[in-house]
């Protein structure tokens, strides 16, 4: 499985390059701008930026073959899977490192006086990113990746659908549709992670019943 | 005689084409070449076995071990090369390499390193600036540097230069050298197969045609050249099939020399494989 993972990250090399430019550039916008709304939504964006990557993994894949090829390889179909997302969680894990350097940059400028404010970033970070790929990877494996634009578009619609969604569903406790309330960021990122995991059950056997020709 | 590969009534239903009971075997230490026009059913059959379709019938068994139950250990002794790369265009041969090394228990570094070398293959170019021919020997490489006993290859000397191509077959016969090593290598450039396989398996419209050492075919096999009097004065028993071209019938016949004796006046000549494949495809029969 090493090699496994060890191939999408050579396959997706130059594109994450460009995600950690990207969001290295975020973290240094942020030691400018002294708004909590804003560095938030930074921190959010620099947790979901390496999650794009999926569908480049799996259109690199398509493009060289690699996804037939590799059924050939002796190693069983689910740790095909397993090698994907660990991946996957690997890309999130870049984010929230860079996200990181954002959230300490603002606690050494401000101290807890934004805690909140990081808090919901990462909350909402981990959403669109966990929940974006869950959602993301199958329908690419499903349906194809020459629509590849449109399935990530879509997926990122469907995870902040999800936390407005959340945000309904529990008024009750929160009093009111709030989508910046903590008890809904937390149960979002958790639904998000839920979707995550449940996705690679999802994805092996899609996998398992598709066809190379 | 053991098997490398054994393949019994396959059969697999697309609802514009089937593959058509299609049983063969190969024999440790041979290759055999798998041939048929485009679209005939070679790529089917090959990706029947490799399991990357699921066949409705028939059985398939590879080094002993039946397909169905296919384990990691039988895929190691496995070597698959389909035609163009089958790698990440970002990769290199080294960082290919990296990621081999760590799936293959018996992927051997210094051999694969040697093929670069034999091949030139630059090692640490990106695939994606490399050449179809060079993309081909990349993966012919990676197959080899693991040592499979039996070796598939789909379309796998296509794009190559004829130097390259000869070069690559040569290697094709010493890895069969030791009686070991199979390998099954479909093409439709028979001019190869005549080179280098043991027997030819003749595939068309999703039915095994033939299925014969190719000594026997180049020996026994036969064109008879003649005019429309004498064609009709052959004995249609005689023909395997035939095709007009201007003023002259070609006729394809399986025993060259007694159709010589019982057609004296005939002009009857020795046959490649590609003109046999030829008037099986496009000529008729009786």
Redesign the interface.
Known sequence: M???I??NF??M??NIKISFVIALFLAVVSFFVKQEGFIQMIIAMQLSIFIVNVGTSLH??V????N??E??????SNDIMKAKYISFAVLILLGIIMGSITAVYAYAANGFSNARSICYGYEFGLTLSAAMAGIMYPLMLKIGTEKNEIIMIVSAIAAVGLRALLSAVLTPLTGEMNMQHPLVGIVSAIVAAVIFIGSYFVSVKIYRHK??? | MSMALTITGLTKKYSNFMLDNISFSIPSGSIVGLIGENGAGK??TV?SI?????KDSGSITILGHDTDDFD??V??K?G?V?D????????TPI?LS????????SWDQSYYNSLLNQLDIPAAKK?KTFSKGMKMKLSIAAAFAHHPHLLILDEATSGLDPVVRDDILDMFLEFVQDEEHSILVSSHITSDLEKVADYIVFIHAGKIIFCSPKDELLEHYGMMKCGAAQFDAVEKNDIVAYRRQDYEWQILVADREKAAKKYPKAMITAVTIDEIMLLYVKGEKE
Do not use: H, M, Q
């Open positions: 090493k090699g496994l060890r191939n050579y396959s090399e130059n690199a894949d493009v060289s073959k690699w037939k090829f059924l050939t390889l002796p190693v069983k066809e190379f020709s | 790529s089917t990706n490799l399991g990357l379709i699921k990691c250990a895929k190691e496995v698959v389909f163009g790369s089958n790698f990440s265009e970002e990769l960082k990296k990621v081999l090394r760590d799936i293959y228990s695939i």
